[in-house]
């Protein structure tokens, strides 16, 4: 399974992935994106019907293997603790795609998650560089850097990441 929190975020995974889920915060667009399969900042662009949407966050990250944070820097590590809490002790690998410092720590996106999500520090690997969610769901040709190690799993997840108009760089340095 994978939980994220953007419709934009899912684009490949869908189709390694079975089921898929895509968390929404709010329980009226959680509900809206699930009826219509478009999200209202991405014009022309629809849900693959496959992915499940829900506004429940502890149903969409119950069992997952895999889950993508692609929140507002200032939920990340609210979001992130209500997660370990829900999960407790049962591995999955992280995902980063938040950008930003949390302002009261200065911590990055990745050191919220290594901090929040301890055991599992071998596990936790960054998205990163300029992209743009519109131009991602258009097609348009975007690289971004996958940090993490270890290298052999940073190359598992480029292979579930990379596709479409999306080409990633791996990267150790998170």
């Known amino acids: 399974q994978l939980v994220v929190r953007q419709a934009e975020d899912h684009l490949e995974l869908a189709r390694h992935f079975r089921p898929v889920v895509l968390w929404e915060f709010f329980d009226e667009l959680a509900r809206d994106l699930s009826r219509s399969r478009r999200h209202p900042h991405l014009p022309g662009f629809s849900l693959n019907p496959s992915i499940q949407v829900t506004s429940d966050l502890a149903s969409a990250a119950a069992a997952a293997e895999l889950l993508v944070f692609a929140l507002p820097s200032n939920r990340l590590r609210e979001t992130s603790r209500r997660v370990r809490l829900l999960r407790g002790e049962k591995p999955f690998i992280v995902v980063n795609a938040s950008k930003g410092v949390e302002k009261e720590s200065l911590s990055t996106m990745g050191d919220i998650l290594e901090q929040e999500f301890s055991g599992l520090k071998s596990r936790v690997f960054t998205l990163s560089g ?32 990379q596709g479409g108009p999306l080409r990633l760089e791996l990267s150790t340095d998170r």
């Open 130 to 161: 300029p992209s743009f969610a519109r131009e991602v769901a258009q097609g348009v040709i975007t690289k971004v850097v996958l940090a993490g190690t270890p290298p052999a799993a940073a190359a598992r997840l480029r292979g579930l990441f």
